[in-house]
């Protein structure tokens, strides 16, 4: 079964850092682009970062270039958003999501549409 998981949320103070991870299982993710959005109740989902199969394309929306990071390890089928000196407007949940291939899918935001999604990890920012 193709999934994706996302892990590393969790309650951060403000100022602080946090490192998420995309880990995938049941199929290969160096092939496709990835991309974390993220979103808070009541709020419409936000395209966050994006990264395209190969890593030497990224794009991260305007409120979280140079603070947020967006890598890759294709060796171990994971992606991860290296968060820093994060605010509480960055409280949401983050979710990861994949789209095979290496078009124009980090353009924007908003990023292309993604049709593979994991559930979700929860990111709190508040002292």
């Known amino acids: 079964q193709m999934q994706l998981v996302e892990s590393g949320g969790g309650l951060v103070q403000p100022g602080g850092s946090l490192k998420l991870s995309c880990s995938a299982s049941?199929?290969?993710?160096?092939?496709?682009?990835v991309a974390w959005f993220r979103q808070d109740p009541g709020k419409e989902r936000q395209g966050v970062s994006c990264?395209?199969?190969?890593?030497?394309?990224?794009n991260s929306a305007g409120s979280v270039k140079g603070r947020f990071t967006i890598s890759r390890d294709n060796a171990k089928n994971t992606v991860f958003l290296q968060m820093a000196m994060v605010k509480p407007e960055d409280t949401a949940v983050y979710y990861c999501?994949?789209?095979?291939?290496?078009?124009?899918?980090?353009?924007?935001?908003?990023?292309?549409?993604?049709?593979?999604w994991g559930r979700g990890t929860p990111v709190t920012v508040s002292s």
């Open positions: 999501a994949a789209r095979p291939g290496d078009g124009d899918y980090c353009a924007g935001p908003p990023f292309a549409a993604f049709g593979m």
């Open positions: 049941g199929f290969t993710l160096e092939s496709y682009t």
């Open positions: 990264i395209n199969p190969s890593g030497r394309i990224t």
